[in-house]
T-cell receptor, first 116, second 114 residues
Framework: AQSVTQLGSHVSVSEGALVLLRCNYSSSVPPYLFWYVQYPNQGLQLLLKYTSAATLVKGINGFEAEFKKSETSFHLTKPSAHMSDAAEYFCAVSFAGGTSYGKLTFGQGTILTVHP | NAGVTQTPKFQVLKTGQSMTLQCAQDMNHNSMYWYRQDPGMGLRLIYYSASEGTTDKGEVPNGYNVSRLNKREFSLRLESAAPSQTSVYFC?????????????FGSGTRLTVV
C-alpha cells in the first residue's frame, strides 16, 4: 500500500528565507506526486504535480519540487518566503492503472508560518 | 464552470441524527471521492466511485454510506451521527488523461456533531 510522510507538522520561517517542506513516499510502483496548499477555511489548491515527465517540477506562486527516486522524496521549496505563503501544505500520491482509480493518499500536512 | 459543488457548507447535528452531504460535478468526470480532514491527519478517503454505478470503501468507511446517483452526483450519508464524525468533508472528482489523473476538489462541508 502507498503512504506519504510529511516531516514536520509545523515549519516556521522568516519572510525572505528559504522554504523547505519535506515529503517522503513509499510505493512499489512509480507514483504520481502532488503538493496542495490550503489557506484557512478554504479548500485545496494544486501547487504542482509530478507525472514522470521531469524530475524538477515548477508550480504556482514560485514553488518547485524535485522528485528523487533514490530517496523516495518529493520536497517542496521556495527560495524566498512571503507572508502570503502562510498556509497548510499537503503532499499526496496516486498511481495509474490497476485498481487505484486515481485514489489520492495524503500526508498529515505541514503548517507553514511566516514571520515578518 | 462551477467544478465541484458541495452542500451544505456548514452543519451542526445532534448525536444520533442523520444527514446527507451532497456533491455534484459538471466536468463529466468518471471518478468521484469523499475525504474527511482532521487536524494532524491530513485527508483520509472515506469512499470512492470509479464510475457511475460503482462505489467502494476507502480508508475510513465506518459510519458512512454513499450513493452514486448518476455521473454528476455522489452523496455521503451519515445514518447516526457521532461526535467522532465532527470533521471537514471534501468531495472531489477526477479524470484520467494521458495516464495522469487530474483532480478537482469542492470547497468543503464543515460538520459538527454535538
Amino acid at each position: 500500500a502507498q503512504s506519504v510522510t510529511q516531516l514536520g507538522s509545523h515549519v516556521s520561517v522568516s519572510e525572505g528565507a528559504l522554504v523547505l517542506l519535506r515529503c517522503n513516499y513509499s510505493s512499489s510502483v512509480p507514483p504520481y506526486l502532488f503538493w496542495y496548499v490550503q489557506y484557512p477555511n478554504q479548500g485545496l489548491q494544486l501547487l504542482l504535480k509530478y507525472t514522470s515527465a521531469a524530475t524538477l517540477v515548477k508550480g504556482i506562486n514560485g514553488f518547485e519540487a524535485e522528485f528523487k527516486k533514490s530517496e523516495t522524496s518529493f520536497h517542496l521549496t521556495k527560495p524566498s518566503a512571503h507572508m502570503s505563503d502562510a498556509a497548510e501544505y499537503f503532499c499526496a500520491v496516486s498511481f495509474a492503472g490497476g485498481t487505484s482509480y486515481g485514489k489520492l493518499t495524503f500526508g498529515q500536512g505541514t503548517i507553514l508560518t511566516v514571520h515578518p | 464552470n462551477a467544478g465541484v459543488t458541495q452542500t451544505p457548507k456548514f452543519q451542526v447535528l445532534k448525536t444520533g441524527q442523520s444527514m446527507t452531504l451532497q456533491c455534484a460535478q459538471d466536468m463529466n468526470h468518471n471518478s468521484m471521492y469523499w475525504y474527511r480532514q482532521d487536524p494532524g491527519m491530513g485527508l483520509r478517503l472515506i469512499y470512492y466511485s470509479a464510475s457511475e454505478g460503482t462505489t467502494d470503501k476507502g480508508e475510513v468507511p465506518n459510519g458512512y454510506n454513499v450513493s452514486r446517483l448518476n455521473k454528476r452526483e455522489f452523496s455521503l450519508r451519515l445514518e447516526s451521527a457521532a461526535p467522532s464524525q465532527t470533521s471537514v468533508y471534501f468531495c472531489a472528482s477526477s479524470e484520467r488523461r494521458g495516464g495522469v489523473y487530474g483532480y478537482t476538489f469542492g470547497s468543503g462541508t464543515r460538520l459538527t456533531v454535538v
